[in-house]
């Protein structure tokens, strides 16, 4: 047996869009179809006019068995499309792929599920098609019942199942499906965060057995929390494939380096450029050394320089702000020159998103403030701050050091 | 080799393609899904009759009520002969296998549109749907079958030892179905005008059908072109194996058999070649 797992070469798929892009077709427009050809061949050759999209475009990789794999990019790179192909779901119209041994893919929690069947039912009918075996899943029935914890209503029909209770079942399922190569898309954005933490942790026990995972999402702190290995592809190109953190890290700085921090004048002050970086690498992380610098030039002498950085959410909600004079005091600065103030802070206590900065310089001696017109953007990037899963707006902004209190393990002892 | 699902099949490789203008009909693998199978069509008889209130008493009242139908309007009133059998008995018997496949017709041809959501997020063979959704009209024809025999024996009707050919004739049956749903349902995945043609094919195909009367009054001339309805050599077996009907209806079934045959082997072809593309069109 080989140790690749998955190999593509030059895997290509095309859409058709327009017109034809209708879920489906009437003998009329096929008739009308017909009549129009003739006119249309004029522009064959445009990559895209003539009706067509390549939604993925010569796509080539290789993985080894056992590797655990994201696949990052943004919406409509073609993440979903090399997945389906992959799943064998649609056909490629160029290239080819091989998989070595049994693949199973969860496209969709609950594939198959169907509403007027029970929990026990609907296990086996699901299990069915994702492609396990009656035996198999007679083997698993009990291990799938308690991870969905819906003990009590296996006999109830699941349209009468909360929504948790019935993702807990389809992933229960899903989760349970023991192929050499598993293709998973974006499943877990859903359920409790008790319940998300579990999935992850049966998907790195997957990937701990020694099976293959790709697994595409836009959660980025899952992604880094469960695989190892990560493959970035952009309008339907593989531009990078390594190393988890690093390569997600590159595949964050890029999507901000876009923004432009341009120049920005005040009466007294001309800015040429405010960074907010990492001492720890490419992107800003929770809990990262932190540097924030700001270049300007003063348009006459300040005399006894000051610098008030306040950081705020998108929607301007204050979080915090540092005072330069509260740690040192400035020397002059001279007209003209260009200078740099700012601050390191040790470690970064926000979550991950987009925040900005808002700028004060002064000259202390002339009572002179100046705010910044404009206010400039970084993001924390997506990491796994607690244990991976996808914090939303009820976490706030600051991220918090902690530990949970361990009673059980002082309770247990009080017992004895 | 032990079932363990991991190690079972490690060396198997699955080389993904562009779709191929020939592909083959994938019969081993066909074979593997046959849990798939059983569990959709397990699924669709389950999920038929829940919340109603008669349950699968309604695989026996479509029929009856059919034969109530024709037994007034085409036996009494129109009088068409039946052979000498008991009109209700006869048209009855003919109704069951009729059903059979207008069922398994219909429904196969809608399968993979209304399973669209299967097929756009997993892989199987595709030949599974249509399949499955004409196995699952196999019990309301058993039920309706026991009814049957009831009929039989209070008309006083006895079957003599031709019912042995009676599965061979569900079969057919159920062939034919598959080999116009398959046709049909791979069509109505790129244009659903064919889900409009279904229930008026269905009509037109029953009267070209001898559910209602005999194939005896047929006149001589069309006989030839009758005969290539593969349902005619089926209802025609029906009478034949059941209701004791002195000729064997030889030619006609052997035409039938050719006729399916044909048929299913080009909608099998026809279904894989499209069957590439359904995930992109449906």
């Not at chain 1, 991870?147 to 006999?155: H, P, S, Y």
């Amino acid at each position: 047996m080989s140790d690749l797992a998955i190999r593509c070469e030059g895997l290509s798929k095309r859409y058709r869009i327009g017109t034809s892009r209708e879920s489906y077709k009437t003998l009329r427009d096929v008739i009308a179809g017909a009549v129009a050809t003739p006119f249309r061949r004029s522009n064959r050759n445009g990559n895209s006019n003539d009706g067509h999209i390549w939604a993925l475009d010569d796509v080539s990789f290789e993985i080894k068995h056992g590797e655990l794999v994201g696949i990052i990019g943004r919406n409509g790179a073609g993440k979903s499309t090399l997945l389906k192909i992959l799943s064998r779901i649609t056909k490629p119209t160029r290239g080819r792929a091989d998989i070595h041994g049994r693949v199973g893919s969860l496209l969709e929690v609950g594939t198959g599920f169907h509403g007027e069947l029970t929990g026990r039912e609907n296990i086996f009918l699901n299990g069915a098609i994702l492609g396990m075996r009656k035996a198999e899943i007679e083997r698993k029935f009990d291990e799938i019942v308690s991870f969905a914890e819906v003990e009590k209503f296996l006999d109830t029909p699941v349209k009468r199942y909360s929504s948790g209770m019935y993702v807990r079942l389809a992933f229960g399922v899903a989760a349970h499906l023991e192929t050499e190569v598993l293709l998973v898309d974006e499943v877990l954005a859903v359920g409790d965060a008790q319940f998300q933490k579990k999935c992850f942790a049966k998907m790195r026990e997957i990937g701990n057995q020694g099976r293959t995972i790709l697994f595409v999402s836009h959660n980025m702190s899952a992604v880094r929390n469960i695989c190892k290995q990560a493959v970035i592809i952009e309008k339907g190109a593989v531009v990078a494939q390594g190393e988890i953190n690093e390569t997600v890290d590159r595949y964050l700085s890029h999507l901000n380096s876009s923004q432009s921090n341009e120049a920005v004048e005040t009466n007294t002050f001309s800015i040429s450029s405010v960074q907010v970086g990492s001492a720890a690498g490419p992107v800003i992380k929770t809990f990262d050394p932190v540097e924030v610098r700001v270049r300007f030039v003063p348009k006459t002498e300040i005399r006894d320089p000051g610098l008030y950085v306040s950081f705020l959410t998108l929607d301007s909600r204050r979080l915090t702000g540092l005072d330069l004079k509260d740690f040192i005091t400035t020397a002059p600065l001279p007209a003209g020159q260009v200078a740099e103030l700012g601050f390191t802070i040790e470690s970064l206590p926000l979550l991950p998103g987009a925040y900005q900065l808002e700028i004060h310089l002064k000259d202390m001696a002339r009572h002179l403030v100046e705010i910044i017109p404009r206010t400039f953007e970084f993001e924390v990037a997506e990491t796994d701050v607690y244990g991976g899963r996808k914090l939303d707006r009820w976490f706030g902004n600051i991220g918090l050091r902690a530990r949970a209190l361990d009673m059980s393990r002082k309770s247990a002892k009080a017992q004895r | 080799m032990s079932t363990d699902p991991i190690f079972s099949s490690v060396s198997s490789v699955a080389r993904i393609e562009p779709p191929s203008p020939w592909p083959s009909i994938g019969w081993r693998e066909l074979w593997e899904y046959r849990e798939l199978l059983y569990f959709l069509t397990w699924r669709d008889i389950k999920v038929r009759y829940k919340q109603t209130v008669l349950g699968a008493i309604w695989a026996v009242i479509q029929p009856l009520f059919m034969m109530v139908v024709f037994s007034l309007f085409f036996g009494r009133l129109a009088g068409v002969p039946s052979d000498g059998v008991p009109y209700p008995v006869f048209t009855f018997c003919a109704l069951l296998p009729w059903q059979l496949f207008a069922h398994s017709l219909a429904e196969s041809s809608n399968s993979l549109v209304g399973n669209q959501n299967l097929i756009t997020k997993v892989y199987f063979p595709r030949l599974v749907v249509p399949i499955s959704a004409v196995l699952g009209g196999l019990i309301d024809f058993a039920i309706a079958f026991v009814i049957l025999l009831v009929m039989m024996f209070l008309y006083g009707v006895v079957p003599g030892w031709q019912i042995v050919a009676v599965p061979g004739l569900v079969l057919l049956a159920v062939m034919t179905a598959l080999a116009v749903g398959l046709w049909l349902s791979a069509l109505n995945v790129q244009y659903r005008d064919v889900r409009h043609t279904i229930n008026f094919l269905v009509q037109v195909w029953l009267f070209a059908t001898p559910v209602a009367y005999p194939s005896s009054i047929v006149p001589a001339k069309w006989r030839a072109l009758y005969a290539l309805n593969p349902m005619v050599g089926v209802v025609d077996g029906f009478r034949w194996a059941l209701l004791g009907k002195p000729e064997s209806p030889g030619l006609p079934l052997l035409v039938s058999v050719i006729v399916v045959c044909m048929l299913l082997t080009g909608g099998l072809y026809y279904f894989r070649r499209l069957e590439q593309q359904f995930a992109d069109i449906v």
